[in-house]
């Protein structure tokens, strides 16, 4: 199998706070990790590319000291979204790819962030 | 532009109807995945389509990888209501890792 958590499924909070994402594979090593951004009724955005032990890389347009990235172990990435506004509302969902499998991510099941 | 232009971007259909989704590119894949999001979730891995001319079935969901690995389609038979939700094809370039996600297709059937 191959299974990714995150934590929390649903996150509200006021504007100026920050809020951290977990993402978990629970069954196997994760070399890499990716964060995507889903917008009602579009597709999956990427924001950043995590491999372990080693700074994410960010595309383009996207703020790397509002969206911080931490993937410090092989099954473990977070996202902290620094200084939320409500227009970071929005579905965050996370992937994981495996070490000897890399033409396929594994999703998690999403966090959705509301900022009041 | 989408390197992955999937299409339709949206169909609506009656329950037990057939339907074909398409995912092109002028570009050659290493291989194709289809995914299927339901609202709130985070999307699930369908197949992997790895074989120039490959073809994969999983009940009645029929997967094909073209001649040139250039391009997938997605037929589903006799759809059902729980066969709705957002389809997306995604896969890596020749020669490379990242992976690229079509704008996917939304597909309804009613009961």
């Known amino acids: 199998g191959a299974v990714v958590s995150q934590h929390p499924s649903r996150v509200i909070c006021k504007s100026g706070t920050s809020v951290k994402i977990e993402c978990r594979s629970l069954d196997f090593q994760a070399t890499t990790m990716f964060w995507y951004r889903q917008f009602p009724k579009q597709s999956l955005m990427l924001m950043a590319t995590s491999n372990e032990g080693s700074k994410a890389t960010y595309e383009q347009g996207v703020e790397k000291d509002k969206f911080l990235i931490n993937h410090a172990s092989l099954t473990l990435s977070t996202l902290t979204v620094t200084s939320a506004h409500p227009e970071d509302s929005s579905f965050y969902i996370c992937s994981a790819r495996k070490r000897e499998r890399t033409d396929t991510q594994y999703f998690g099941p999403g966090t959705r962030l509301t900022v009041l | 532009t989408q390197l992955l232009e999937q299409s339709p971007q949206f169909l609506s259909i009656q329950e037990g109807e057939n339907l074909t989704v398409y995912c092109n590119s002028s570009s050659v894949f290493s291989s194709l995945q289809w995914y299927r999001q339901e609202p709130g979730e985070g999307p699930v891995l369908l197949v992997t389509?790895?074989?120039?001319?490959e073809v994969k079935k999983l009940k009645r969901l029929t997967f094909q990888f073209g001649d040139a690995r250039k391009d997938s389609s997605l037929h589903i038979t006799a759809a059902q209501p729980g066969d709705t939700g957002l389809y997306l094809c995604?896969?890596?370039?020749?020669?490379?890792?990242?992976?690229?996600f079509g704008a996917g297709t939304r597909l309804t059937v009613k009961p």
């Open positions: 995604a896969g890596p370039l020749w020669g490379f890792n990242d992976m690229r």
């Open positions: 389509v790895v074989t120039g001319g």
